[in-house]
Nanobody, 124 residues
Framework: QVQLVESGGGSVQAGGSLRLSCAGS????????MGWFRQAPGKEREFVAG????????YYGDSVKGRFTISRDNAKNTMYLQMNSLKPEDTAVYYC?????????????????WGQGTQVTISS
C-alpha cells in the first residue's frame, strides 16, 4: 500500500502557472501507475492526467491538453503536474491517485489509493 500527499496548490491569476507535487511513501513508488484528478464545487471528480510506471504512455483530459504536463521522478517517489495558462475553470481540489498496475487509466474507479487533495484557485 502507498500513501500519497499532494502539495503545491494555491491561488494565482488567470494565465499563470502552478506545479503540483504528489509524494508517495509506504511501498515501492515506481511500480504504480499514477494520475491526477480534480473536483470543483458541485461537480463530479474528473480525470486530469495519468502516467504509467516508467513515464510514457501519458494521458490527458481534453480540457487540459497542451497546457498541463504530468511527470514523475521515481528516485524521489514524486509525481508532478505542471499547469500553465491557467483558467478560472481550472479551479478545483486536485487529487493524486495510484493504481496497482503499471499502465495508467483515465477511469476514476481504476485507482486504488488517493491523497487528501490540494486546492487550486484561479482568479480572472
Amino acid at each position: 500500500q502507498v500513501q500519497l500527499v499532494e502539495s503545491g496548490g494555491g491561488s494565482v491569476q488567470a494565465g499563470g502557472s502552478l506545479r503540483l507535487s504528489c509524494a508517495g511513501s509506504g511501498h515501492t513508488f515506481s511500480i504504480y501507475a499514477m494520475g491526477w484528478f480534480r473536483q470543483a464545487p458541485g461537480k463530479e471528480r474528473e480525470f486530469v492526467a495519468g502516467i504509467s510506471w516508467s513515464g510514457p504512455p501519458t494521458y490527458y483530459g481534453d480540457s487540459v491538453k497542451g497546457r498541463f504536463t504530468i511527470s514523475r521522478d521515481n528516485a524521489k517517489n514524486t509525481m508532478y503536474l505542471q499547469m500553465n495558462s491557467l483558467k478560472p475553470e481550472d479551479t478545483a481540489v486536485y487529487y493524486c491517485a495510484a493504481r496497482d498496475t503499471r499502465i495508467a487509466t483515465t477511469i476514476l474507479s481504476g485507482y486504488d489509493y488517493w491523497g487528501q487533495g490540494t486546492q487550486v484557485t484561479i482568479s480572472s
